[in-house]
């Protein structure tokens, strides 16, 4: 949920990665996988630091208003809301793995590499292998 620790954690990781990111692109020869990389760590770590600086400027705000907090941690909690974003996560996951073959077989067609499809397939087959991994596990539990 909302945690102030979490957000200063990102907001200094965030300054380790774009300090890393700015350094490694200043004293590294420019190659074009590793000037990638360092571009990479260096907007990641200013990712981290927006996405911090949003969560405290959030949790400030709701610590505003008296009562707001613990609100949305009892609306967090709900069973209701609980079983409402399971079911949003499961149709969105079964909506990603359509879009996925639909992807592939895009794929196929407009013949882009081999690899590329079948880097698609084995993610729709893994997320189909994890799938029937956790029904087991969750009938066993319940």
Do not use: H
């Not at 949305?72 to 990603?96: P, Q, Y």
């Amino acid at each position: 949920m909302l945690n102030k620790k979490r957000s200063l954690i990102f907001i200094l990781s965030g300054i380790v990665l774009a300090v890393i990111g700015l350094l490694a692109s200043i004293f590294i020869d420019k190659g074009d996988i590793i000037s990638r990389a360092t571009s990479l760590v260096f907007a990641l770590g200013f990712g981290f630091i927006g996405g911090g600086l949003g969560n405290l400027y959030k949790i400030n705000r709701i610590e505003k208003t008296p009562g707001k907090f613990k609100q949305i941690e009892i609306e967090f909690k709900d069973e209701r809301n609980e079983l409402i974003r399971d079911k949003a996560n499961a149709k969105a996951g079964d909506i990603s793995n359509w879009l996925v073959l639909l992807v592939a077989y895009i794929c196929i067609i407009m013949g882009y590499p081999l690899w590329l499809v079948f880097l698609l397939l084995g993610v729709f087959l893994s997320k189909s292998i994890i799938w029937i991994i956790l029904i087991n596990k969750y009938n066993k539990e319940l």
